[in-house]
Nanobody, 126 residues
Framework: QEQLVESGGGLAQAGGSLRLSCEDS????????MAWFRQAPGKGREFVAA????????YYADSVKGRFTISRDTAKNTIYLQMDSLKREDTGVYYC???????????????????WGQGTQVTVSE
């Protein structure tokens, strides 16, 4: 059964750091690119970062480039999002995602089936 489980959210001060984890508990997504999205209060869900199934290539939204790092531990079927230099506008619910496709499908619109975790709250205060 496909299941993505996020953890690691919480409260941080601006300029601080948090690390999110997303476990693919059944390993069914191990051959595909995976990604993080986020949704701020009152806004739509937006792309944050994606990584290939090997972990060798990454792709970031401009808003987080240079501050966030996505990584992958293939042995643990887990991806991570290291968030540094946090800003208040990083506040939101962060979701793990898999489209059962290559990294290129995180560029632009996607109309296929997607799998989501339950989300983890990140709150950044001044």
């Amino acid at each position: 059964q496909e299941q993505l489980v996020e953890s690691g959210g919480g409260l941080a001060q601006a300029g601080g750091s948090l690390r999110l984890s997303c476990e693919d508990s059944s390993g069914v997504f191990s051959d595909y690119a995976m990604a993080w999205f986020r949704q701020a209060p009152g806004k739509g869900r937006e792309f944050v970062a994606a990584i290939t199934w090997t972990g060798s290539t990454t792709y970031y939204a401009d808003s987080v480039k240079g501050r966030f790092t996505i990584s992958r531990d293939t042995a643990k079927n887990t991806i991570y999002l290291q968030m540094d230099s946090l800003k208040r506008e990083d506040t939101g619910v962060y979701y793990c995602n898999c489209r059962r496709a290559a990294l290129m499908y995180y560029h632009g619109a996607f109309n296929g089936r997607e799998f989501w975790g339950q989300g983890t709250q990140v709150t950044v205060s001044e």
